[in-house]
């Protein structure tokens, strides 16, 4: 097709369905400070990497920092100072939660805590800001809603894609039927780290100023080890241990999942299983160096790929997702998006010919090619969204539901690869219909005494 038929039939298509507008939220300007009569306290649990850009972005929003809470010096003595040097400190949460003058906590953890301090917050009556994804096992998630709805507290999941506007449009093409009938969906992470992934460090004493046990909470009582704990200049890689962790389902397919489930209006699949393994990494983790999950839907199937031995993406982007519809494919990262046509078919020409022309841009309403790039900051209106649904009680972008389900998705692929089962999931009751005892174990966790999640 020439450029100028896609423009044409871009303005076509654009008119029928909607134009590439700009995208208003009340209430989040990036430049507004919030007034002394509403100014909002903040209490950040974690403050490590991510929990110190969260608490950044709600002080651009004129939010105080009441008080900063880890069980690791270091990172406590960062998050006190990136707070501007004035905040309480706290090793153990539930302090920073008897603060009865906080209104709002980041709970930015290892996924092994998300689910604990959440429901404890809400039972404190906190709103909460908590990472993704917001709990290990599929029942925590449970109690983390069932918690929000019973003390009546607006919870914001990490998943702040949702706020960032070009993929709120992408989302909208998807669902006002720019691609025609989508029924597949791919998403992928590829890397290479091989052959010695995380390492392969022997377990130690931990380091001094770390609370090793309160790190472990719930989670099982083991040595410490630098890859487990992994708080450093890196990502932390107590990711990659099922401990305290999903993986890179729970990491990364979270955010992915997360678009590809609202764009197609569903909360979860129906089917799911999942092949992979470790085959060369040599390093201490738990989690396959090779996966593939697939979801099968009502109307679709997606699918989610992990290689950590090999970089190379057909795509050429080493993560994304791709709608694939009867009339056009999407693909769509946190760069921006692109639309691309589907091919006309012989049977269009043929009627092209018939009607003795040559425009190509009437025949099937073809889609048109078209691009959206990242023009806003996702991360800084996710917070923005949060603190004005504190003021109107409204649902958030990502409330907790929407990550429940989010998450969900991600835990049964890995219920799927651990059981090796094919698993059958009942949306509507939220469980497992075909799966075996082993399957039905690994939906929740037991927790080591004294913690216990209780709403």
Known sequence: MSDEINRRDFMKRAAAISAVTSISMAGLSTDKVLGANERIRLGVIGTGRQGIDDMQNFMKHGVEVAGVCDVFEPNLQKGLKAAGGNAKTYKDFRQLLDDKSIDVVIN???????????VEACKAGKDVYTEKPICVAVEEGKKMVEAARKYKRVVQVGLWQRSNAHFQKAVQLVQDGLLGKVTYVRTWNYSNIYPEGIGNPPDAEPPAGLDWDFWLGPAPKVPYNWNRFGVGDRWSTFRYFYDYANGWPGDWAVHLMDIVQWAMKVDGPNTISAQGSKFYLQDNSDTPDTLQITWEYP??????????????SPAQHGYGIVFNGTDGTMFLDRSGFQVFPEPLTEGDYRE????????????RGKTPEMKMPQIDDGLLEHVGNLLECMRTRKTPQTDIEYGYHSTTACLLGNVALRSKERVEWDVASQKLIKGSPAAQKLLDREYRAPWKLTV
Not at 299 to 312: I, K, Q, W
Not at 352 to 363: A, D, P, V, W
Request: net charge negative.
């Open 352 to 363: 092209m010919h018939r009607r003795g022309g040559n425009e190509e841009h009437e025949m």
């Open 299 to 312: 109307h679709f199937v997606a699918t989610y790929e992990n290689r950590l031995c090999n970089s190379h």
């Open 108 to 118: 930015a953890t290892p996924d092994h805590w998300h689910a604990l301090p959440t």
